[in-house]
Antibody, heavy 117, light 109 residues
Framework: QLQLQESGPGLVRPSETLSLTCTVS??????????WGWVRQSPGKGLEWIAS?????GAYYNPSLQSRAAISAGTSTFSLRLTSVTAADAAVYFC???????????WGQGILVAVSS | SSELTQDPAVSVALGQTVSITCQGA??????GSWYQQKPGQAPVVVFS???TRPSGVPDRFSASKSGNTASLIITGAQAEDEAVYYC????????????FGGGTRLTVL
């Protein structure tokens, strides 16, 4: 059974870098059939796709975050770095698995990240 | 605002049928997917593409598309269907990019 689990700090200071990791069990991050990515949800707001990575190493970004975001993959984990965070980056961050189309079929439980000094 | 437009809120009487719509150019040629999110939980996919309903999702959930508007249809809405519903789509225009709609809060009366 596929499981995704986010980990990382619950609090980041403004202008610093947010680093999150997703641990995957029940599938391989190196699978050629799926993308692995991050989606966030600001308090009381909708879902925003941030970035995704494919087994070949190809990384894809939301244009609005591309200059600050970096996604990478390991053996059974994948990670997100978001630089120069502001209050607008405070959100629940979900790691996800999705297919080549629009099917985001597995989600982590989400991790709440606050931005404050 | 999102490239995929959803009504912020919709209500339906218990047992009646409701359609939740999602409009945008990304849906011109391809179906998107639909997600249900209840408070404090991660979204769960309830329908994808032309005819994919994940196992465990009740068959009262279906989807359709006309032009650039996709619809999630709940036939015989139940109290447990009260949630926020999101659509999403992939940008097939040469960019590897995925977009979510703004979400529709469904109230079952």
């Amino acid at each position: 059974q596929l499981q995704l689990q986010e980990s990382g700090p619950g609090l980041v200071r403004p202008s610093e870098t947010l680093s999150l990791t997703c641990t995957v069990s029940g599938d391989s991050v190196n699978s050629p059939t799926h993308f692995w990515g991050w989606v966030r949800q600001s308090p009381g707001k909708g879902l925003e796709w941030i970035a995704s990575i494919f087994y070949s190493g190809g990384a894809y970004y939301n244009p609005s975050l591309q200059s600050r975001a970096a996604i990478s993959a390991g053996t059974s984990t994948f990670s997100l770095r978001l630089t120069s965070v502001t209050a607008a980056d405070a959100a629940v961050y979900f790691c996800v698995r999705h297919d080549y189309g629009s099917l985001f079929d597995s989600w982590g439980q989400g991790i709440l990240v606050a931005v404050s000094s | 605002s999102s490239e995929l437009t959803q009504d912020p809120a919709v209500s339906v009487a218990l047992g009646q049928t409701v359609s939740i719509t999602c409009q945008g150019a990304l849906l011109n040629k391809y179906f998107g997917s639909w997600y249900q999110q209840k408070p404090g939980q991660a979204p769960v996919v309830v329908f994808s593409g032309r005819n994919t309903r994940p196992s465990g999702v009740p068959d009262r959930f279906s989807a359709s598309k006309s032009g650039n508007t996709a619809s999630l249809i709940i036939t015989g809405a139940q109290a447990e269907d009260e949630a926020v519903y999101y659509c999403n789509a992939r940008d097939y225009g040469g960019n590897h990019r995925w977009v979510f709609g703004g979400g529709t809060r469904l109230t079952v009366l």
